[in-house]
């Protein structure tokens, strides 16, 4: 979990828990007015759930300084604290700010915002929805199939990085002990009808398959580099589905190194782009 010291800021904002996978991210203006953004696992709030990462620009003087009239009114309308109760399901917001009497937080239920931060939520959002634009290490994937056909017996998985720094896998990962993990479900013309996708939430209750990573090499992706890696069937998964229309969904689990922002390794849960199949 990303852990930013916020005397290194100016202000501060996150999204974090609820239902496994649960939800991570992390959004600081520094105070050379830099913003940087992390998704580790961006649902239910920012889409594309398919892509994961940091991503940061400089804001200039006029944003930096309409965006801290924003948070110093919000400080000052609002309470700080935590929130008398919290669903399990419902994940947690935080909204900080350094002081010189020490940091003024506020968290709260994403459904039932403080009426004083609504408006400094709705900036941070569409500040967020920018940066999405500005990767600087990312990590997108999408289901493939190697050649011609469409049986999900040549399924491909397809990682590339928009950014302009290397993606690094960490040196450990999921469970079963590699570096990544990925769960699938069929969804068949029936399935299809009645909802046209699947969540992280429906997903998350699917069994992962073997290992998709040889965790004796580390796997580096390059600034505007792709790689696709060959999937191993476990318990015959991919061989079981019939040659009829349907739709691969997928939830990727991954470890990775956050380098420049604060060094750590976080967790990240993605959603490939869906494969149409038969």
Known sequence: MTQ???ENYLFG???????????????VIGKNGLAQYVAGHPWPKQPPFDEIGIYQRQL???ELASLQGMAA??????PAGEPDRLSADSGTETFFVPQTEGVWRASWNPLEPPTGLVELIRRIRALISDLRGHPLSSLRACLVR?????????????????????FAFAGFGAPVGEQAELRLQYCDQEELNSSKSRSPLQL????????IMDTSQEL????GEETTLTLKDSNGFLQRRERQFGMLFGLLRVQWKVEGFED??????????PLEVG
């Open 13 to 27: 904002y996150s999204y974090t828990g609820g239902l496994p996978p649960a939800s991570m991210e992390m959004l």
């Open 4 to 6: 930013a010291n916020p």
């Open 73 to 78: 009114t919000a400080r000052r309308d609002s």
């Open 204 to 211: 998350i209750q699917s069994n992962p398959l073997e290992g």
């Open 264 to 273: 750590y390794v976080e967790e990240g849960w993605l959603m490939p782009t």
């Open 60 to 62: 200039s003087k006029e």
């Open 146 to 166: 190697s050649g011609v056909g469409k049986q999900p017996t040549e399924l491909r998985l397809k990682l590339s990085n928009r950014g302009s720094r290397p």
């Open 220 to 223: 580096v992706i390059g600034p």
